[in-house]
């Protein structure tokens, strides 16, 4: 979410959180947001992220290992205005125009679970407005149960630099953008 305020130029109104899983990344960018919105294709994701923006916290049950389980509770940062973020069931390959636009759109370990990332990275500028920002956080660990090898960008012995194969197409779109920031990050599921 930092991220992301960092590298936003035009006002810091709207923000658009793709793949937004169960809502930690969209409550952090709420922080710096007047407005977020929180997409996800699983209902049950975007289910337990309202329970969060409602409760401020909630119960769940955490893998330990086997079928051994320990329940845990998360709470939500009290600082943050939970009324600003709103949880959306959506497809990242098909959004709807209804959004509208944003100053930054957040897609993390995203497009490489993408059936069709290429079709997604021409649709998705359209959703910026003027001087809005795109942060793309990807491991690009391909796999072929989510995106066909046909659709992989990079991660090939042809093109094995996705970074790089990723920015070529995102100059190349309707609404071109260029790279302003380029870094390695830690990938950590917890």
């Known amino acids: 979410a930092k991220l992301c ?7 810091k109104k709207r923000a658009l959180d793709i793949g937004c899983a169960v ?3 969209s409550f952090e960018l709420a922080k710096y947001f007047d407005e977020v919105v929180g ?22 049950e955490s893998l330990v290992r ?9 709470d939500l940062d009290q600082s943050i205005d939970r009324s600003r973020v709103e949880f959306q069931q959506g497809d990242a390959c098909n959004l709807s125009p209804t959004l509208g636009k944003f100053d930054v759109i957040l897609a993390s370990n995203l497009l490489c679970r993408l059936p069709n990332p290429r079709k997604f990275l021409n649709e998705v500028p359209r959703f ?3 001087g809005g920002s795109l942060v793309l956080i990807s491991p690009y660990s391909w796999l072929e149960e989510y995106t066909p090898v046909s659709e992989w960008i990079g991660g090939t012995a042809e093109t094995p630099d996705s970074g790089a194969a990723v920015e070529a197409i995102l100059r190349q779109v309707d609404v071109p953008l260029k790279l302003t920031h380029r870094q390695e990050m830690d990938f950590v599921i917890g």
């Open 128 to 130: 910026l407005n003027p």
């Open 5 to 11: 305020s960092d590298h936003t130029v035009a006002p």
């Open 66 to 74: 086997g079928n051994v389980f320990k329940t845990c509770v998360t």
């Open 39 to 60: 997409i996800d294709y699983s209902q049950h994701f975007v289910d337990a992220a309202n329970l969060m923006k409602e409760c401020g916290s909630t119960e769940f």
């Open 23 to 25: 809502g930690a990344s």
